[in-house]
């Protein structure tokens, strides 16, 4: 029974994000928090991070992200609500 309503968040990390240990790091984090999707590296030289969950979580969960070590290396986060698709099982990263 959840209080908030389930929703899916893209978020795109710029700064020094690639070749820092960024995708994995945020595998780990996504352990602790139910939420699924994918995490990869774009050509740009920006990290793409799609998760799915509860608001709360979600919002729990890319808080940790910031908070785990990786905070000063991005530079900004472009945050995109949507509704969720369901379609993730788990949290991936994507080559």
Do not use: C
């Not at 990290?47 to 729990?60: C, H, N, P, Q, T």
């Amino acid at each position: 029974m959840h209080s908030n309503k389930r929703e899916s968040v893209r978020v795109l990390y710029s700064g020094k994000v690639q070749g820092v240990g960024f995708r994995y790091n945020a595998k780990v984090v996504s352990t602790g928090y139910e939420v699924a999707g994918t995490v990869r590296n774009l050509p740009d030289g920006r990290v793409e991070l799609v998760a799915e969950g509860d608001s709360a979580e979600l919002r729990a969960f890319l808080e940790a992200v910031r908070q785990s070590g990786l905070g000063p290396r991005i530079r900004s986060e472009d945050v995109i609500w949507a509704p969720p698709t369901g379609g993730y099982r788990g949290f991936e990263i994507i080559r």
